[in-house]
């Protein structure tokens, strides 16, 4: 769909898109209470009618570049590449996005959607926060009246995301259930939808859950490939050899490979949160870590799933919160099964060295989930040749983190 302005924006290429029953090849589908299904119909219905209709196209468009401050540039990292010495690195900088990351491009199109929907209640949950900033942000924005889910204990670590969001008029509900981080915030989040399903919308925040949400999410997000596309070649003069993004939930990194999919030469690269290593679970590399992570259902979708040999989920670790979560979105499962993209990891440590390296050859502070995007770059850039390009999403800005790196640098 070409806007007002000649951008692209939600895309409605209907190659690559889930089958009728929401899976990609073995993965995804819907797995939720049977009052929930009227509720997924009706939302598939009413997105599939936003995207066919060019004026809903074109007010998203406009919030995004009035607002937002869409497009974000495109940073060739001189420094950092000639350091490295081997590819030209460039950066998509989703950390000057507004509220600093990826995630208000979803939020805002899934707010203006519930709009749509005349549904004037929104709820989301939130493990660190963002994707409740990010909600709380187009809710404002909107004026729609939103209530976010966080588990207790998330809410004494994440105490300037919980006071944005109030300070941005939403509701902060505290899940004082199971151990009262983001997978019991999720539980309640589901359990009042299919209470007050009639008049609420659901937002939620990466590739995941029941059908239509990992490819409606992917859609809104796919802005950032098809803007990336695109720069690179006007500033390049050609596509990338490598795309590489950080996967938590897995929604920036299908934003920006999406564009590049059908480009079969390109590698694309996701990324997970090694944690402190391959061992123990102490991680969340659902990709790497084949003992403890197979296909399975949670929250809705069948994807990778870090658990016990009984089936109990299991609690997974990283520095970055973003990444701290023990699934990843259904469509990453079946582009790894089918070898068109693949996955990796980077440790606490390497992250925390790749935030500096960034931080100090650019001038840019990354978010701890993009700084390990940096690290895979840092380990790769060498082994290529200087005229070969990466392209790397750069999620978020670091601001959030500092606290985190402090405690670390400097105990
Ligand atoms: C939430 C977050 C992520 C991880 O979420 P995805 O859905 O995998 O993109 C990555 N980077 C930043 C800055 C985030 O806030």
């Known amino acids: 769909m070409t806007t007002t302005d000649g951008n692209l924006y939600i895309d409605i290429n209907t190659a690559n898109v889930p089958d009728e029953r929401g ?11 049977e009052t929930l299904v ?9 997105y599939l009618g936003a995207m066919a209709d060019p004026e809903f196209q074109a007010e998203l468009a406009n919030l995004q570049s009035t607002y937002v401050g869409r497009e974000t540039p495109l940073t060739h990292a001189k420094r950092l590449s000639e350091m490295l010495g081997g590819a030209q690195i460039y950066l998509k900088r989703e950390d000057l996005a507004h509220t600093g990351a990826h995630k208000i491009n979803n939020a805002l199109g899934q707010a203006l959607l519930a709009k749509r929907m005349g549904k004037q209640r929104v709820i989301a949950e939130t493990g660190a926060g963002q994707h409740g900033v990010a909600s709380a942000t187009a809710a404002a924005l909107l004026g729609l009246d939103c209530h976010v889910y966080m588990g207790s204990t998330d809410i004494k670590r994440q105490q300037p995301n919980v006071f944005r969001m109030r300070l941005l008029g939403s509701e902060v509900i505290a899940v004082e259930s199971g151990s009262k981080t983001l997978k019991d915030a999720i539980n309640e989040a589901i359990r009042d939808w299919v209470t007050n399903v009639r008049d609420t919308f659901y937002l939620l925040g990466s590739a995941l859950g029941p059908h239509p949400y990992p490819r409606m999410v992917r859609d809104f997000q796919s802005i950032i490939g098809h803007e990336a596309r695109r720069q690179i070649v006007a500033q390049a003069g050609r596509l990338p050899d490598v795309c590489i993004a950080c996967v938590g939930g897995g929604s920036n990194a299908i934003g920006l490979f999406h564009a590049f999919r059908d480009d079969e ?3 694309l ?3 997970e949160a090694g944690g402190r290593g391959i061992i123990g679970g102490e991680h969340a590399a659902r990709f790497a870590d084949l003992d403890v992570s197979r296909p399975g259902v949670l929250q809705g979708t069948r994807s990778y799933v870090m658990q016990t040999s009984d089936g109990n989920i299991m609690n997974t670790h990283s520095i970055s919160a973003g990444l701290d979560y023990a699934s990843v979105g259904p469509e990453h499962a079946y582009l790894r ?4 993209a693949h996955y990796t990891y980077a440790t606490d440590s390497e992250t925390l060295s790749a935030f500096q390296t960034l931080s100090q050859t650019e001038g840019i502070i990354p978010a701890l989930e993009s700084a390990h995007a ?3 770059v840092i380990k790769r850039a ?3 040749p200087p005229d070969s390009i990466i392209l790397v999403n750069l999620s978020g800005r670091g601001d959030k983190d500092l606290d ?8």
């Open 38 to 46: 009227p509720a997924l119909n009706e939302l598939e219905a009413a």
């Open 265 to 267: 030469q390109i590698d």
């Open 337 to 340: 099964q089918m070898e068109r």
């Open 23 to 33: 899976y990609f090849g073995e993965f995804g589908g819907r797995f939720v209470p």
């Open 269 to 271: 690269i996701g990324v």
């Open 382 to 384: 060498p082994t290529m």
């Open 404 to 411: 985190t790196v402090m405690e670390v640098l400097n105990p």
């Open 374 to 376: 940096i690290a895979e």
